[in-house]
C-alpha cells in the first residue's frame, strides 16, 4: 500500500472510517434526542387567597426532542416538570389547616435555538426563544390559586459539548415569563449524525498494475467529418412541437451508426427555428428540440458526454425570415464537431 492523497465522497459509517476531523465532514439536517436534571424555581408574582410561595426550589427534569434544520438553527419540544414549591399562607390558622401545601408546575415548550458555532465545534454556545404553556396545580382542592395562560414567552442560553460522533452534553438556562425558571445539564444523542454523512478523507491507494494505455485511434475520415458539420435538412420536427418526424427519426438512426463507428467524434446539435412567434417562444422552443435529438441518440446508444444540445431560437437564420422558403429553410437542425482534430 503506497499513500495516496486522494479525496473521495463516501457514506459515513464509523465501524470503517472511525474518528475523523470533523472540519472536514459536511452538514447535513438530522433529529436528536435527550434528558437531564437540574434546579428548578418557581416564583409566581403576587398571593391568591392568602397563598404564596415560601420555598421556591426544588429539583426537576427536562426531556426534549429537536431537529437540527440548518447549521446554525435548532428547533425543539421540551418538557419540562418543575417538581414542586412549599405554599404559606398569610393566615396562620389557614396554614395549619393545611400543612406542606404545594404547587407544581409542568411546561412544555416549542422554541427555535441559534448556534454560535455550529456544528463543525465541539462546542457550541446556543440562545433560544420559544412558547410555552404552564400547566401549574396544587397540592389540596382547597388551595386557591391563579392558574397561568396558555402563551408564555421562553428564553434559555446554554453551552453543548458534543464529545462523541453521536452523543452530547448540553448545561442550559431557561426562563418562563418570570414565572419558573430550570438550570440543569442533559445528555442527549443525535439522529442520525448531523456533520458526517459525507466526508472528504484521504486513503492509501493500493500499488496496481497500470493497464496498456487505449491506443490512439485512427483520424476519421474527412467524408464522415463533413456529415457532423452543416444543416441535417432530413432532420425535421411535428409544427409547433419537438416531436420527431418519422422521417427524422430513421435520419437519427444513420446517425446513432457513424457515431458507433467513430467513438472520437462528440458533437454539438443546433437547433433553430424562425421568427414566427415571440423570442422567448422560439428559443425555448429550439432547446426542447435540440434536447429531443440528445435524447434520441442516446436511446441509440451514444455517451451523452458525446453529445451537447443548444437552442439558438430565430438568432442565426441562413435565409429571409419574409417568404415561406426562407422560412422553411431557417427552421434547421445543424451538427458541429467540438474537436476537429479528429478528423483528417
Known sequence: MVPNELTVWQLYDPDVHGELNRRNLKFKSGWYAGAGVGSTEVAPEGTSGGWYVKDDRDWGYKIFIGQRIFPHWSGELSFVDTGEAGLGNTNPSIEALIPDATISYKIPTVSGSFHLWGPKNDIDMFARVGLSSIINTVSDSRISYEKQTFAQLNVGVGLQWRFAPNWFVRAEYD?????????????????????????????????????????????VPEQTCQIFNGAIDAIQFQVDSADLTPESETALNETAKQLMAHPAIAIEIQAHTDSTASEEYNLDLSNRRADRIKSYLQEQGIAPE???????????????????????????VEFKIIDSTVCE
Open 306 to 332: 458525446r453529445l451537447i444540445a443548444k437552442g439558438f431560437g430565430e438568432t442565426q437564420p441562413r435565409a429571409t425570415n419574409e417568404t415561406e422558403v426562407g422560412r422553411s429553410l431557417n427552421r434547421r
Open 175 to 219: 426562563s418562563f415569563d418570570n414565572d419558573a425558571s430550570f438550570i440543569g445539564v442533559s445528555l442527549a444523542r443525535y439522529f442520525p449524525i448531523h456533520d458526517t454523512h459525507r466526508i472528504p478523507k484521504t486513503v492509501e491507494a493500493p500499488v496496481v498494475i497500470q493497464p496498456e494505455p487505449e491506443p490512439i485511434p485512427d483520424p
